[in-house]
């Protein structure tokens, strides 16, 4: 199994974040491999990358998608942004209406 993607879906709140690791395979199946909380702060962003470390390959790049949320996502965003990651910031309505 090859994989094409690397994703990381955030679900950002004013204090925590919880954060999916997800991947697509060459086959286009996505498989949820784990999911993990950190708090909304640079301690827990530098958390965040420390876990996906453990869990990311170098066969594809890694995609961070988070759900545009008042100004809670706009911190972790700049961050990761600034070390050089694809951030992707989704509106609300947009997730609900793919998920349908």
């Not at 993990?36 to 301690?43: I, L, Q, V």
Request: hydrophobic content about 45%; charged content about 20%.
């Amino acid at each position: 199994m090859k994989l094409l993607k690397q994703i990381v879906g955030i679900d950002v709140a004013q204090v925590e974040l919880v954060c999916c690791y997800a991947v697509l395979s060459d086959d286009l199946k996505t498989f949820i491999r784990t999911f993990a909380t950190f708090k909304n702060n640079s301690k827990g962003f530098s958390k965040l990358l420390k876990w996906l470390k453990e869990l990311q390959t170098n066969e594809s790049d890694l995609i961070f998608v988070m759900e545009a949320t008042g100004v809670y996502h706009e911190n972790l965003a700049h961050w990761l942004h600034n070390k050089s990651f694809s951030v992707s910031i989704v509106l609300p309505n947009k997730i609900s209406n793919y998920a349908r």
